[in-house]
């Protein structure tokens, strides 16, 4: 296969793969959606609560979907949503024990799948992989801000 048609592959399976990874993901615990736990987990990145925006920007998602998804978690007990002290329109999301402890508890559970998903690769290969995500995605963010 050439290279165009190996980026052509590239592309297309990037998608692909993001619909099977959902549905295993989805699989994995019926608690909480493959989005809810990435929701989640970009929460955890940031030291102090997050605005809505703020995680809707980290993971990709539009801001109406990331309110819809933050909405499912505030119900069911797994972030807290509250106004901005400075900013009345920004809805700031803290992750509530309840969410902290039932993350901990996946833990075994989630390095088993990780490891499953990657049997097969090695270091040199998981690193080139890696690093090639890492390039696509800057890549991506260089395209956005060209428009």
């Known amino acids: 296969m050439n290279e165009l048609k190996q980026k052509a592959y590239i ?3 990037v998608f ?3 619909n099977w990874l959902q549905v295993l993901g989805d699989k ?5 959606t493959t ?5 989640v987990l970009g929460v ?17 998602y539009s801001r109406q979907n990331a309110k819809r998804i933050a909405a499912v978690l505030h119900e069911t007990g797994f972030v807290i949503l509250s106004k901005d002290q400075n900013d009345a329109r920004a809805l700031r999301i803290e992750l509530t ?11 075994k559970r989630e390095i088993e799948f990780l490891e499953k998903l990657f049997a097969g690769f090695d270091a040199e290969l998981v690193n080139s992989v890696y690093q090639g995500l890492i390039k696509l995605e800057q890549n991506i963010k260089t395209m956005n801000l060209a428009q």
């Not at 989005?35 to 929701?39: G, T």
């Not at 024990?97 to 833990?107: A, L, N, V």
């Open 16 to 18: 692909t793969l993001s």
């Open 28 to 32: 994995f615990d019926k608690n909480i």
């Open 97 to 107: 024990t309840k969410s902290i402890e039932y993350f901990k508890k996946r833990d």
């Open 44 to 60: 955890s990145t940031f030291a102090q609560p997050p605005t809505l925006s703020e995680v809707a920007n980290l993971i990709g």
């Open 11 to 13: 592309f297309a399976k």
């Open 35 to 39: 989005k809810q736990w990435l929701f």
